[in-house]
C-alpha cells in the first residue's frame, strides 16, 4: 500500500486534489469551471461537491499548492465574484511526482500483463 | 419553469449553505452556489429525476458535512489544524468511521426502501412535529433571541416616569428630569430624548403626511447606529429654530429620491419649511418601536418647558460595568432628590427602567410566546412517542432478521448502531422536511402577528433556528431511537426458534400501556389548554364594544399650522369638513375626534368632581356632536354630547359607567355632577349624559374611567375623521375624498382604516396564540388516536392466536372486543387522570401569564375530557374489532 509509506512527499495525492491540480496545469480557473473540467475528464466519476471543492482549494493554497490569482483579463464570470487560483512550483513538482508514480504503477501493471487475459474473452 | 425551479433550488441551498460560518460564507458562498446548481442541471440532465435526487443527497450531505466540519475547526482553533500527525490520525478515524457509517446507511436505506410505509409516516409525523417546532421557534428566537439591531443592545434601557400618589405608569419624560438624570446618574453613560410627529412634505408634489421623529443629537451615537453618509445632528442644532436640518431614513431617500447621493446638502420642504438634508441612516435601520420617514431635530431645549410637562420618550445606554438594577436604584434615588428640589411638580414622581426589548414587547409576547414554545413541544414528544412505537411495532417483526445477524456475528454495538443509525437517517429526513415546512409555517405564524408588533422585531430561518432544528431532530432521534435499539440488540439467537415471540412480549406491552398513559395524559394538556384560550378568544370577539364597528372607518387628517395657525382657523376648517363630508352621497353620520377606540393613544388627564377633595384620573376624549352617532354610542342617562356643543362654549361633558361606578356615590345623580373647571375663572362643567363603557385601549383589556368633552374646549389639530356609511364603506370612498379635498386640496389622508379591521388587528395577538393552540390542540388529539390506535392494534395482533383459541372456546365476538377494549380503556383512564393533574398545573401557569383566561373552566375541561375519552374509545375500538373478525381456524393456522 503506497499508503504505508512514512516519507511525507512520496505519499500519493488524494484523487481530488490530483485532479484539482491537473486541472489548473494548463491554465487558471476558477473553482466551478475546475468542477465542470473534472466532470468531463472522469464521465462524472468525480463529482466535486461545493463543500469538498472549496474546503479543497482552502487546504491546497494553505499547503501552497495551489494559489489564488487575479482573474484573467477578459476571463468569464458568469456575472458573479469568481476567484481564479493558479498552480504553484511546489504543486507543479507534487502534480509531476504522482503522475510518475502513476506511470511506475503501469509499467508493473504491463509487466504483470493484467488485462491480456481479459482480451480474448 | 426551469428559471424557477433554478430560483427555488437556489434558495434551498442557500438555506443549507447555512450550515458554513458567516466568515467562509461571505467568501465563498456564491461560488458554491453556482458550482452545486452547475451540478444539479448535469445531473439533472444525465439521469433526469434520479440525478436530481441524488445531487441533492450528495451535495446536501457535502454542504453539511463541510460546514460543520468548518465550524468544528473554527472552535478548536487555527493552531488545532497546524499539527499534522495529530491531524492525519484523527482523519483516518473519520475514514474508518465514515466508512461503517456508509455501510449502515446503505442497509438501511435499502431496508426502508423495502418498507416504504413505514418509512414514509415515520418522515412525516416527524416533519410535522420538527415543522411546527421550527416555526414557533422562528417566533420566538426573532421576539426574544435576535439581538435588537444595536451596538451592544444589552446596554439599552428606556426610561419612563410613574406616579404611584395617582396612580400613573408609563409616563412621558419632562425634558427638565431626564436631563438632570443624565447629569447625575452614573450608571447611565448617556440619554437621548425624543418624541413623534406628523408632518406633511411639501414641494414634492402631492402633499404626503411625513412620520417623523424628533431626536436629541446623541440619539444615532447612543444606539450605535450613525448615519451612513453625512452626518448626526449637532447639538447647536437643538431648538426652536435652529433645526432647519434633516436626516433621512434609507427607504425614504430609496422611494422619495432613488437613492440620489447629490441629496446632501440640498434642502427639502417639510411642513412648509425649508430644512437641509445632512445625512442618510443605514438600511434597514430600525427606530425602536416607531417607523419614522425622516428625523428632524427636538424643536426644544429643556428649559423650554416647565418639569410638568411630559412628553419625551427617552432611551438610555448603562455605563459599562453597570446592571440595570443598579441603574434602578440610582434613578430612584435621583427622582427622591428631585422630589425635594421641586416638590411642587416633582413629588410622587419615580423612574421606571426597563430593558428596551422588554419595552417595546409588552407585557404579553413573551409569556405567549413561551406558552406556545411547551405546547409544540408536548406535540413533539407526543410525535415521538408515537414514532417510537411504530419502530417498536415494525421491529418486532424483524426481530428474525436481526437474530440472523446475531447468529452470523454482529456484535450489539453494531447492531445499536445500526438500530440508531435508521432512527438518524428517519430523524433527518424527517428533520429536512420539518425545515421545508417551516419555511411557510412560520410565514403563516408571522402574517398572523397583530399589526402593532414593532418592525424592530425580525424573523427569519436563521443560524440559531437551524442549529435549534438540528438540536431537536437529535433529541427526537434520541427519544424515539433509543428503546428500540436497546430492546432489539437484545435478542438471542432464540428469536429464530418461535418466530420471534419469545421473551419480550411483556416488556414490549409495558411500553406500549407507558405510550397510552402519556398520549393521552399530553393530548388532554394540550386540548385544555388550546380549549381555553378559544373560548376566551370567542368571549372577546362577542364582547359588547360599546361602540359598532360594521361600516365604520377612520382617517387621520391633520390641517397644516402654516395653512390653520389660529383655533379660529381650526375650528372653521373642522366644521366644514365634517359638514362637507356629512353631505357626501352614502354618507350616515361623521364626527371627529382626537383619538379613536382602539387607536392605541392614551389622554389621561386629573379632574377635580365638585364636591370631592381627590383629583380623579380618567382617559379624556376630544368628541366633535356627530361622533357619538358615527360611532354607535348608546346614552345611558341624560343626552350625548350635540352638534351645539361644538361651537359656543357650552361646556358639557359625558362620561361612560365605568366613571359613574369608580368615582361617584350610588347615591349621587350623575347628571347632577358637575367638574371644576382646569381655569379657574370658568364655571364648572356639568355633567349631561352617561355612556356605556366604551374598549379604548385594547379588546384585552377593562374599560377605564373616560370623560368626553366638546371641541369647543380645545381644537386639537390632528384629529381621527370617524364616517359611518350606509353599505360598504369602499362604495363612499371617492364621494368623501371629493368632499375632504372640496374643503382643502391639499389635505393628505392618512391611515384610512375600517374599525372592523382594527378591531380584527386587536383580536389578532390573542388570535395568533388560540388559533395556534387549536392546531396544535387538534395535532395532539389525531396523535393521540393515532398512538393508542397503533398500539392497541398492535397488541391486539400479537393475541390472534389467543382470541382464536378463546373464540374456538365459545367466546363471542362481542366478548372479545370487551376485553381489548377494556384493557386498553383502562390505560386511558389512568391517562385521563394524570393528564388532568399536569394540565391544572399547566394551565394555572398559563392563566398566570394570559390575563384573563380563566383556568378553570369546568366546561372546557368536560368538555375535553369527554371528547379525549370518546376519541380514545374509537382506537380502541376500530383494532378491537379487527382482532375479532378473525375466524378461529385462521387464527390457529398461524401457529
Same mark, same amino acid.
Do not use: C, K
Given at each position: 500500500m503506497p499508503g504505508g509509506r512514512s516519507q511525507k512527499d512520496t505519499r500519493p495525492l488524494k484523487a481530488k486534489w490530483f485532479h484539482i491540480l491537473l486541472s489548473l496545469a494548463d491554465r487558471e480557473l476558477h473553482g466551478t469551471a475546475i468542477m465542470e473540467e473534472v466532470l468531463q475528464r472522469t464521465g462524472g466519476a468525480i463529482r466535486l461537491w461545493p463543500g469538498a471543492l472549496y474546503g479543497a482549494l482552502g487546504d491546497m493554497a494553505e499547503k501552497e499548492l495551489i494559489h489564488e490569482v487575479e482573474?484573467?483579463?477578459?476571463?468569464?464570470t458568469e456575472g458573479g465574484k469568481r476567484r481564479f487560483y493558479a498552480i504553484t512550483r511546489k504543486g507543479r513538482e507534487a502534480l509531476a511526482r504522482e503522475v510518475a508514480h502513476m506511470e511506475d504503477l503501469v509499467l508493473e501493471a504491463r509487466a504483470k500483463r493484467v488485462g491480456e487475459d481479459l482480451q480474448g474473452a | 419553469m426551469r428559471a424557477s425551479g433554478e430560483g427555488w433550488a437556489r434558495r434551498v441551498y442557500r438555506i443549507l449553505l447555512r450550515a458554513y460560518p458567516r466568515a467562509f460564507r461571505d467568501e465563498h458562498g456564491e461560488e458554491m452556489e453556482v458550482t452545486f446548481l452547475t451540478l444539479l442541471e448535469w445531473e439533472g440532465r444525465r439521469r433526469g429525476l434520479v440525478g436530481r435526487a441524488d445531487a441533492w443527497l450528495s451535495g446536501g450531505g457535502d454542504v453539511l458535512s463541510g460546514g460543520i466540519r468548518r465550524r468544528l475547526q473554527r472552535k478548536a482553533g487555527p493552531a488545532a489544524n497546524r499539527g499534522p500527525g495529530k491531524r492525519s490520525n484523527a482523519s483516518k478515524g473519520v475514514v474508518e468511521m465514515m466508512g461503517t457509517l456508509l455501510r449502515d446507511v446503505r442497509t438501511t436505506v435499502r431496508g426502508l426502501y423495502r418498507r416504504p410505509l413505514f418509512a414514509l409516516t415515520v418522515i412525516l409525523t416527524l416533519a410535522v412535529g420538527i415543522g411546527a417546532n421550527a416555526s414557533v421557534f422562528t417566533l420566538v428566537d426573532g421576539l426574544l433571541? %435576535?439581538?435588537?439591531? *444595536? !451596538? @451592544?443592545?444589552?446596554?439599552l434601557v428606556t426610561l419612563w416616569e410613574e406616579n404611584t400618589e395617582r396612580g400613573w405608569s408609563g409616563v412621558n419624560v419632562s425634558p427638565l428630569n431626564a436631563r438632570d438624570w443624565g447629569a447625575r446618574a452614573? %450608571?447611565?453613560e448617556d440619554i437621548a430624548t425624543f418624541y413623534r410627529q406628523d408632518l406633511t412634505l411639501t414641494g414634492e408634489g402631492q402633499p404626503t403626511l411625513l412620520s417623523v421623529v424628533r431626536a436629541s443629537s446623541n440619539m444615532f451615537d447612543l444606539l450605535g447606529?450613525?448615519? +451612513?453618509l453625512g452626518r448626526g445632528f449637532a447639538e447647536? !442644532?437643538?431648538g426652536v429654530g435652529r433645526d432647519g436640518v434633516v436626516i433621512l431614513t434609507q427607504e425614504f431617500w430609496q422611494r422619495q429620491?432613488?437613492? @440620489?447621493?447629490?441629496?446632501?446638502?440640498r434642502t427639502i420642504e417639510i411642513q412648509g419649511r425649508s430644512r437641509v438634508v445632512v445625512g442618510i441612516l443605514p438600511a434597514r435601520f430600525r427606530f425602536l418601536d416607531e417607523e419614522p420617514e425622516v428625523f428632524l431635530p427636538?424643536?426644544?431645549?429643556?428649559?423650554? $418647558?416647565?418639569?410638568?410637562?411630559h412628553f419625551l420618550k427617552a432611551i438610555a445606554r448603562l455605563s459599562a460595568g453597570a446592571g440595570i438594577d443598579e441603574a434602578r436604584a440610582e434613578l430612584d434615588q435621583i427622582a427622591i432628590q428631585l422630589a425635594d428640589e421641586y416638590s411642587d411638580t416633582n413629588g410622587g414622581w419615580t423612574v421606571r427602567v426597563s430593558p428596551a426589548r422588554d419595552d417595546m414587547l409588552g407585557p404579553t409576547a413573551k409569556p405567549a410566546a413561551l406558552i406556545l414554545m411547551v405546547a409544540v413541544g408536548f406535540v413533539l414528544l407526543m410525535v415521538c412517542v408515537n414514532v417510537a412505537n411504530l419502530a417498536l411495532a415494525r421491529g418486532e417483526h424483524r426481530t428474525r432478521e436481526l437474530a440472523i445477524r446475531t447468529a452470523l456475528g454482529a456484535g450489539r454495538g453494531r447492531m445499536i448502531r445500526q438500530l440508531l443509525t435508521e432512527s438518524l437517517i428517519l430523524g433527518f429526513l424527517g428533520g429536512g422536511l420539518g425545515l421545508f415546512l417551516a419555511n411557510w409555517g412560520y410565514r403563516g405564524v408571522v402574517a398572523t402577528?397583530?399589526? $402593532? %408588533?414593532?418592525?424592530i422585531f425580525q424573523f427569519g430561518l436563521d443560524g440559531s433556528v437551524l442549529a435549534f432544528t438540528l438540536a431537536l431532530t437529535l433529541f427526537s432521534v434520541l427519544l424515539f431511537g433509543t428503546v428500540p435499539a436497546l430492546r432489539f440488540s437484545?435478542?438471542?439467537? /432464540?428469536? #429464530?426458534r418461535d418466530g /420471534?415471540?419469545?421473551?419480550q412480549s411483556s416488556s414490549s406491552s409495558r411500553f406500549g400501556n407507558v405510550l397510552v398513559v402519556l398520549q393521552t395524559a399530553l393530548a388532554l394538556v394540550l386540548l385544555v389548554g388550546g380549549g381555553l384560550l378559544m373560548k376566551r378568544i370567542s368571549e372577546i370577539k362577542a364582547?359588547?364594544?360599546?361602540?359598532?364597528?360594521?361600516n365604520t372607518f377612520t382617517v387621520r387628517i391633520a390641517p397644516p399650522s402654516s395653512e390653520y395657525p389660529e383655533a379660529e382657523d381650526l375650528r372653521a376648517f373642522w366644521n366644514a369638513l365634517e359638514d362637507r363630508v356629512a353631505e357626501a352621497?352614502?354618507? #350616515?353620520a361623521v364626527g371627529s375626534t382626537q383619538a379613536h377606540p382602539l387607536m392605541g393613544a392614551t389622554w389621561v388627564r386629573s379632574v377635580q368632581i365638585v364636591g370631592q377633595e381627590q383629583e380623579r384620573s380618567t382617559r379624556l376624549t376630544y368628541a366633535s356632536g356627530g361622533l357619538f352617532d358615527a360611532l354607535g354610542f348608546r346614552t345611558v342617562r341624560g343626552r350625548p354630547l350635540q352638534a351645539?356643543?361644538?361651537?359656543?362654549?357650552?361646556?358639557a361633558a359625558v362620561v361612560n359607567e365605568a366613571f359613574v361606578r369608580s *368615582? #361617584? %356615590?350610588?347615591? +349621587?345623580?350623575p347628571l347632577t355632577t358637575s367638574f371644576g373647571n382646569p381655569f379657574d375663572t370658568m364655571p364648572p362643567i356639568p355633567i349631561v349624559g352617561v355612556i356605556q363603557d366604551v374598549v !379604548?385601549?385594547?379588546? @384585552?383589556q377593562t374599560p377605564e374611567p373616560a370623560l368626553y368633552l366638546s371641541f369647543s374646549q380645545a381644537p386639537v389639530r390632528r384629529r381621527s375623521l370617524v364616517i359611518r356609511t350606509i353599505g360598504s364603506p369602499a362604495e363612499s370612498l371617492s364621494n368623501i375624498q371629493e368632499a375632504v379635498w372640496s374643503v382643502d386640496p391639499k389635505i393628505p389622508l392618512d391611515r384610512m382604516e375600517t374599525l372592523r379591521s382594527q378591531v380584527d388587528a386587536q383580536v389578532g395577538g390573542f388570535a395568533v396564540v388560540a388559533n395556534l393552540m387549536a392546531v396544535f390542540a387538534l395535532l395532539s388529539l389525531f396523535l393521540g388516536a393515532l398512538g393508542i390506535y397503533g398500539v392497541t392494534a398492535y397488541a391486539a395482533s400479537r393475541r390472534t392466536s389467543e382470541i382464536g383459541v378463546r373464540m374456538a372456546l365459545g367466546a363471542r365476538r362481542g366478548d372479545v372486543v370487551r376485553m381489548v377494549v377494556s384493557q386498553g380503556g383502562r390505560k386511558a383512564i389512568l391517562g385521563l387522570g394524570r393528564g388532568l393533574v399536569l394540565t391544572f398545573v399547566l394551565t394555572e401557569a398559563m392563566g398566570s401569564v394570559l390575563v /384573563?383566561?380563566?383556568?378553570? @373552566?369546568p366546561f372546557v375541561f368536560l368538555l375535553v375530557t369527554v371528547v379525549l375519552a370518546l376519541v380514545s374509545l374509537l382506537a380502541l375500538w376500530i383494532p378491537a374489532r379487527r382482532a375479532s373478525a378473525v375466524g378461529p381456524m385462521a387464527a390457529l393456522d398461524q401457529e
Open positions: 482573474p484573467p483579463e477578459g476571463a468569464p | 433571541i %435576535t439581538p435588537l439591531p *444595536y !451596538e @451592544d443592545p444589552q446596554e452614573r %450608571t447611565l447606529r450613525p448615519p +451612513v447647536e !442644532e437643538m429620491f432613488g437613492g @440620489d447621493q447629490a441629496i446632501l446638502g427636538l424643536d426644544l431645549v429643556p428649559t423650554d $418647558h416647565g418639569r410638568g410637562e402577528l397583530p399589526n $402593532h %408588533t414593532s418592525p437484545r435478542f438471542g439467537i /432464540g428469536a #429464530l /420471534g415471540r419469545s421473551g364582547q359588547d364594544l360599546g361602540f359598532d364597528p360594521e352621497p352614502g354618507v #350616515l351645539q356643543d361644538d361651537d359656543a362654549p357650552s361646556w *368615582y #361617584l %356615590t350610588p347615591d +349621587v345623580d !379604548e385601549q385594547g379588546v @384585552d /384573563g383566561v380563566e383556568t378553570r @373552566d
